[in-house]
């Protein structure tokens, strides 16, 4: 790598685009100084990045040696989560499992500082078990967030209140679309959306006889037309798997906005016979 400050932008890259724990390493001196310059401190959320750095040996700590720096100051501006100096290699495993645990969790720079003579001793494996001593967990699982039942009322309320809904789906949202779940059901309503806009602006009548009971929601917002027929296969899929199904009435659908999903309920029972 020809700059430490390209190691640490590349260390972001791959963070921000696979969700992972980014790593950097610098030498000691001006190497330690580039990593923070400008990948992390002007992100407003920065990405998961462990930040690996060297320092002046010990014994020369605190006597301006050269290449000595105050690395654990500079560093507390982007790493003020977890910013730590080593000192023996007992400490290696909890330091280290540590700093990546806490970039992981809060989403957040964490920086270990490895001064030279530490760097060059024999690593320890399995650090004694005695009295001052810590030892590392083996794994990491984030937690799940879910907001209260109330929460979710007053933002459904907010949403129905409207004529129109909008989405903001972020970086998380794009992950979970390539794992499957929610983020890729977004994908498949906004692009349903993105049609009905295309439709709008050409004023094309938009055809849903596919699925019409379940491209009902995203019709309404998207104030397109009423599907003009319906094939009867889809319809018995859609019995099938739904209560509520509408009926339509000459041309047109008429779903009950009184309802929660407009009066289409899925049957869990059914449909995990289809599970994948």
Sequence with gaps: MRHEEMAAFMACAHAKFTGEVGVCLATSGPGAIHPPERPVRREARPPAV??????TATPALGGSYQQEVDLTTLFKDVAHEYVELASSPEQMRHLVDRAVRIAK?????????IPNDVGGMDA??????AHATIHSSVGYSPPTIVPTEADLKRAAEALNAGEQAAMLVGAGGARRHRRGGAGRGAARLTGFLHVAALCRARSLQLSAHCGPSIHVHPLLRGRAAAPPRVLPRPR??????FDGVLVPVPGELRPDLSRPGNGLELKRAHAERYAI
């Design 236 to 241: 018995r899929i859609e019995q099938m798997l």
């Design 105 to 113: 969790a809060e989403r957040t720079v964490t920086c270990l500082i």
């Design 124 to 129: 320890v494996e399995t650090p004694a078990r």
């Design 50 to 55: 462990v930040a690996i750095v060297g320092q």
